[in-house]
Each structure stands twice: as C-alpha cells, then as structure tokens.
T-cell receptor, first 118, second 110 residues
Framework: ETGVTQTPRHLVMGMTNKKSLKCEQHLGHNAMYWYKQSAKKPLELMFVYSLEERVENNSVPSRFSPECPNSSHLFLHLHTLQPEDSALYLC?????????????????FGPGTRLTVL | RKEVEQDPGPFNVPEGATVAFNCTYSNSASQSFFWYRQDCRKEPKLLMSVYSSGNEDGRFTAQLNRASQYISLLIRDSKLSDSATYLCVVKIQGAQKLVFGQGTRLTINP
C-alpha cells in the first residue's frame, strides 16, 4: 500500500453505536490530521497530531475521540453520534520539519470514510 | 470575515478557454500557500504550491500578492479533465494546520 489509506470507505451507523475509523500513512510523515467535510462547506480541521502528540483539538464534541498509537496510524473513535455528524471524514498526513520547506509539500489525503448516521 | 475566501462558482467554460480564480486571505501571518484540486466524491489532492515569485506548472500558473493578500490560479487551454473543485489553502505562520477555502467549482464543457 502506498500513500494514505482509510477504512472503512463507507459506514452507516445508528446513534447508539460505537465505531472506529482507521487511517494509515505509508509516507514516513510525522504529522496526521482528521478533517470533516460536509456538503457545501469548507474542510473543517478536527484534530492534529504531531510526533504522536495531539497539538490541536478544534472544539470538536467529545463524541469524537482520536487516538494516535504511532506515527503511521490514526484512529477516530465514534460514539453516540448525531445525524448532523454525517459527512466525509478525511485523514491527512504531512512531514512537519518546522520549516517552510517541509510544508511546501502540503498535506496528503486519504480517500475518506463516508459516514451516515441514522 | 472568513480566513480564506473564494468565489464558489460554478464556473462553466468551453474546452480550450483560459480561466482564472482568485482567493483572498485575511491573516497577514500567512506563510505558505497552495492550490488543491478535489474531484467529485474524492479526496483533495495537491495541485501546486504557490511561491512568492509566482510559479508555473504546464498549463497552470499560480501568483501570490502579499500586499493585497490574494493568490490566483490561471488555467490555460483548459481540458475536460480539468473539471473539479479548486481549493485555495493557506498555512498560518506558527500554526500546525492548513486553512481551506470553500472551493471554486469548475466545469469544462466540450
């Protein structure tokens, strides 16, 4: 596998279910991100992990719980979601070396998980 | 005011035409700039970084105007395959994140 992979690609869950989204990056990057993309809205950053430490939590409800066990894997644990949480959830990675040089390469995205909450 | 603002379009142009998008950003501490492309129901992909002196990649030209705080993307000799949503993206100095614009939807017609 190359690049950034995400599983599952599609998920339908009820409001009382607990599920997890998985992301894996094969690029040797040291930073990983979760984004939410709803219809006709800009990408919303949810969480940032740099060197496996959470460095940003963008006022995300506690029903979303991230986990980063190592620099290649990122999880998003979901519980008691609401129908308005239905969206495309995108994972991304980048090489953050603390200089603009690293950022010149931007972020690489996975294909996303399309989540529907009933 | 939005941190990154784009005209959402849609832009409908004939194949072979030249099309330009502008994007404005509000934070003067913005450090790095990018254009991403997102096809329908797919993930965003980096199209090109935008450098201070402007840069070109084939039919695509990006320009940065720091004084007016806007960046632009020019597509020459447009192809049907250029149909997509183009996202303007900014990195703020000292922030560990990218800020995405809403995107401009482009459709190239045969």
């Amino acid at each position: 596998e190359t690049g950034v992979t995400q599983t599952p690609r599609h998920l339908v869950m009820g409001m009382t279910n607990k599920k997890s989204l998985k992301c894996e990056q094969h690029l040797g990057h040291n930073a990983m991100y979760w984004y939410k993309q709803s219809a006709k809205k800009p990408l919303e950053l949810m969480f940032v992990y740099s060197l496996e430490e959470r460095v940003e939590n963008n006022s995300v409800p506690s029903r979303f719980s991230p986990e980063c066990p190592n620099s290649s894997h990122l999880f998003l644990h979901l519980h008691t979601l609401q129908p308005e949480d239905s969206a495309l959830y995108l994972c991304a990675s980048s090489q953050d070396i603390g200089t603009s040089g690293g950022w010149a390469l931007g972020q690489f995205f996975g294909p996303g998980t399309r989540l529907t909450v009933l | 005011r939005k941190e990154v603002e784009q005209d959402p379009g849609p832009f409908n142009v004939p194949e072979g035409a030249t099309v330009a998008f502008n994007c404005t950003y509000s934070n003067s501490a913005s450090q790095s700039f990018f254009w991403y492309r997102q096809d329908c129901r797919k993930e965003p992909k980096l199209l090109m970084s935008v450098y201070s002196s402007g840069n070109e990649d084939g039919r695509f030209t990006a320009q940065l105007n720091r004084a007016s705080q806007y960046i632009s993307l020019l597509i020459r000799d447009s192809k049907l395959s250029d149909s997509a949503t183009y996202l303007c993206v900014v990195k703020i100095q000292g922030a560990q994140k990218l800020v995405f614009g809403q995107g401009t939807r482009l459709t190239i017609n045969p």
